[in-house]
């Protein structure tokens, strides 16, 4: 069986278009842009960027060793803590293209580090990075620590499920509101919900919003 060339396997990938696990990035100009997919693969199913590409699916190619020496920036130096990531260069129309394959983290959250020291963890939801909520952050929490096995209802369990019954489809901070909870309990419950398959979450209009599992 032949083994397809470098340019026919690119065109392959390049023809499914940007979607949950694939990127494209025309240049690197900016390590920390570059961090928050390398975050938003690890933290989510995976996924691979592919390094040369723009948006249309032209392949411009990787130009220098800076772009190169930033790619590994991102991957490691903008990285906390450093994901697995594996590089692989391909030669397509006369220019090279970089695949960055980044296998998701058996050990979330990835952080994405700023130049300011902030660190920040991703998610990637369909073909867009989002800044992953305090409930996501409160679920890997929780799973990292193994905190709990079997689901108790208090008080306050109660009366979220009793707001999310009464208002689906609702923000975190209109939870918190509602229930009148304080917000770090609100998120530690939500978050016990939604890995107990008894609260989902949706993103929509730039907002998470959570509602009771049907």
């Given at each position: 069986?032949?083994?397809p060339?470098?340019q026919q396997?690119?065109?392959q990938?390049?023809a499914q278009g940007?979607?949950?696990?694939?990127?494209f990035k025309?240049k690197?100009t900016d390590?920390?842009k570059l961090?928050r997919s390398?975050s938003?693969?690890a933290n989510?199913?995976?996924?691979r960027?592919?390094?040369?590409v723009?948006?249309?699916?032209h392949?411009?190619?990787?130009?220098s060793e800076?772009?190169?020496?930033?790619?590994?920036?991102?991957a490691?130096?903008?990285?906390?803590?450093q994901?697995s990531?594996?590089?692989d260069?391909m030669?397509?129309e006369?220019?090279?293209v970089?695949i960055?394959?980044v296998?998701?983290?058996?050990?979330k959250?990835?952080?994405?580090l700023?130049?300011?020291g902030?660190?920040?963890?991703?998610?990637?939801?369909n073909?867009e990075?989002?800044?992953?909520s305090?409930?996501h952050?409160d679920?890997?929490?929780?799973?990292?620590?193994?905190?709990?096995t079997?689901?108790?209802?208090?008080?306050?369990e109660?009366?979220?499920?009793?707001?999310l019954?009464?208002h689906?489809?609702?923000?975190?901070?209109?939870?918190v509101r509602?229930a009148?909870?304080?917000?770090?309990?609100?998120?530690?419950?939500?978050a016990r919900?939604?890995?107990?398959?008894i609260?989902e979450?949706t993103?929509?209009?730039?907002?998470?919003l959570?509602s009771l599992?049907e």
């Amino acid at each position: 069986m032949k083994t397809p060339s470098d340019q026919q396997y690119l065109r392959q990938l390049i023809a499914q278009g940007e979607h949950q696990q694939q990127d494209f990035k025309y240049k690197v100009t900016d390590a920390e842009k570059l961090a928050r997919s390398v975050s938003a693969f690890a933290n989510t199913n995976g996924g691979r960027l592919l390094i040369g590409v723009r948006d249309d699916g032209h392949i411009s190619g990787i130009r220098s060793e800076e772009e190169i020496f930033m790619m590994h920036s991102a991957a490691f130096k903008y990285c906390e803590p450093q994901p697995s990531i594996h590089f692989d260069t391909m030669h397509a129309e006369g220019r090279n293209v970089v695949i960055a394959t980044v296998p998701p983290s058996p050990h979330k959250p990835i952080f994405a580090l700023t130049t300011d020291g902030k660190r920040r963890a991703y998610i990637r939801i369909n073909d867009e990075n989002i800044l992953a909520s305090p409930v996501h952050l409160d679920i890997w929490r929780q799973e990292s620590s193994r905190q709990g096995t079997l689901m108790h209802y208090s008080d306050d369990e109660s009366l979220l499920l009793a707001t999310l019954r009464e208002h689906p489809s609702t923000t975190l901070n209109q939870i918190v509101r509602l229930a009148r909870l304080p917000r770090h309990k609100a998120i530690r419950l939500l978050a016990r919900f939604v890995r107990f398959g008894i609260a989902e979450w949706t993103y929509r209009e730039e907002c998470f919003l959570f509602s009771l599992v049907e």
